[in-house]
């Protein structure tokens, strides 16, 4: 089993949707050598879907990161550490800019194929503001990431100290 993956998702053109490829992205550009790393691995899902199974299927630890819209205590800019089991999925208000969603996804693999999925799965999220299509990724959450990029960093150092 490979060791670490770390995946940032979002859409691009969408605003918000973007952050979490913006942070992972830039945390590879401040933590070269960690991304050298034989046991770190890299992805962008912009629509994660089902796909999200297979991106993380033998790998010990997968680390999201995402775009988190409502939810009590999520405003914009604000840095959440979610298990699996935080996310709300196909609950009245509360919707993906991916359609089927992380959490529909991730729920869907621990009913279907649980001994391929990683031991542990954190998501990093970050609040986000709008996810309009053509949008720029807002002032609130762009002053967020940062933060973040340092949140994912310190996440990944405590798994690789084991």
Same mark, same amino acid.
């Given at each position: 089993?490979?060791?670490?993956?770390?995946?940032?998702? %979002?859409? &691009?053109?969408?605003?918000?949707?973007?952050? !979490?490829?913006?942070?992972?992205?830039? =945390?590879?550009?401040?933590?070269?050598?960690?991304?050298?790393?034989?046991?770190? &691995?890299?992805?962008?899902?912009?629509? @994660?879907?089902?796909?999200?199974?297979?991106?993380?299927?033998?790998?010990?630890?997968?680390?999201?990161?995402?775009?988190?819209?409502? !939810?009590?205590? #999520?405003?914009?800019?604000?840095?959440?550490?979610?298990? @699996?089991?935080?996310?709300?999925?196909?609950?009245?208000?509360?919707?993906?800019?991916?359609? =089927?969603?992380?959490?529909?996804?991730?729920?869907?693999?621990?009913?279907?194929?649980?001994?391929?999925?990683?031991?542990?799965?954190?998501?990093? !999220?970050?609040? %986000?503001?709008?996810?309009?299509? %053509?949008?720029?990724?807002? @002032?609130? #959450?762009? &002053?967020?990431?940062?933060?973040?990029?340092?949140?994912?960093?310190?996440?990944? &150092?405590?798994?690789?100290?084991?």
């Amino acid at each position: 089993m490979k060791r670490l993956i770390i995946i940032g998702i %979002g859409q &691009e053109l969408r605003g918000d949707d973007a952050v !979490g490829i913006a942070v992972v992205r830039e =945390w590879a550009v401040e933590y070269p050598k960690k991304l050298a790393s034989p046991q770190i &691995e890299v992805d962008f899902l912009p629509l @994660p879907g089902l796909a999200l199974l297979d991106h993380i299927s033998g790998f010990e630890t997968a680390i999201l990161v995402d775009a988190v819209l409502g !939810g009590p205590g #999520v405003r914009p800019g604000s840095l959440l550490n979610l298990s @699996p089991e935080d996310l709300v999925s196909f609950t009245r208000g509360t919707g993906s800019a991916h359609g =089927w969603g992380v959490a529909e996804s991730l729920r869907l693999g621990r009913t279907l194929k649980q001994e391929d999925l990683p031991e542990k799965i954190i998501i990093l !999220g970050i609040g %986000g503001k709008q996810v309009d299509l %053509g949008a720029k990724i807002s @002032p609130e #959450v762009a &002053e967020a990431i940062p933060e973040a990029v340092q949140m994912l960093d310190h996440v990944v &150092e405590e798994i690789l100290r084991g």
